[in-house]
């Protein structure tokens, strides 16, 4: 039931193909310019991480989709189960990404403006300080193994906020089901090597110049209104 709940939602970035149903999932514009989060983020690594490597997530997820869809059809338990690992890396690339774009703003834009309001308050609850905040999210970033994702969260049912890791592209909601994300930061090579090589804690340092805490007041707000 919950993986038909899962290829049968509609999305307003999903096709419809397919005679059963089936909806698929197409790569979302980003709301500025490729350049337009320099000198923190190049233009060339935003154009190939949201050319490349989140078109590749999509393109695998929706093939994924469609084996699944296939493989349900035919009451062929043994592949329904072995797509479960390419849909949960490719679908939570597509998740991952699409957040991260939201995540980040030109400074002309409100990138980098501290977060203000009720979202403001709560980190200066949570953490001490928004600088806190970042030293906390950089450590944790910076310490990483391998590939993976940071997060500030919020835990819905007990309205506070949390500082998460996932590894690979596993979404935040695997580390629980009432987290929701509020700021992602993908710290795989692809987001900074091409400008930061191997420094990654440098890249964490910049990025907080692009982020977009407006976004994330919004998400709060919702979430502990
Ligand atoms: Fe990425």
């Known amino acids: 039931m919950a993986l038909r709940t899962l ?4 999305s307003p970035i999903s096709t419809h193909l397919g ?8 790569l979302p514009d980003l709301p500025y310019d490729y350049g337009a989060l320099e000198p923190a983020i190049s233009g060339e690594i935003m ?9 590749a997530y999509i393109t695998n997820y ?7 869809d296939s493989a349900i ?5 043994s592949t329904v189960v072995k797509l479960q690992s390419a849909i949960k890396f490719n679908g939570g690339g597509h998740v991952n990404h699409s957040i991260f774009w939201k995540n980040l703003a030109p400074v002309p834009e409100g990138g980098g403006e501290p977060p203000k309001a009720s979202l403001g308050s709560a980190i200066d609850n949570h953490f001490g300080s928004l600088e806190a905040l970042i030293q906390k999210m ?6 990483l193994q391998g590939s993976g994702w940071v997060w500030l969260a919020v835990d819905k049912e007990l309205k506070r906020l949390v500082v998460e890791t996932t590894a690979n592209q596993d979404p935040l909601v695997t580390k629980g089901p009432s987290l929701v994300p509020v700021i992602g930061i993908d710290v795989w090579e692809h987001a900074y090597y091409l400008q930061y090589k191997n420094v990654r804690p ?4 910049n990025i907080w110049k692009v982020i977009n ?11 502990c209104p």
Do not use: C, M, P
């Open 19 to 26: 005679f059963r149903g089936l909806q698929t999932f197409s």
């Open 138 to 143: 950089n450590a944790e970033g910076a310490a």
């Open 62 to 68: 929706n093939k994924a989709l469609e084996q699944l």
């Open 202 to 205: 440098d890249y964490l340092k």
């Open 73 to 77: 059809s035919k009451g062929d338990a």
């Open 213 to 223: 805490w407006k976004y994330a007041g919004e998400v709060y707000d919702k979430e």
């Open 7 to 10: 290829i049968t939602r509609k």
């Open 47 to 55: 154009q190939l991480h949201h050319q490349k490597h989140h078109q």
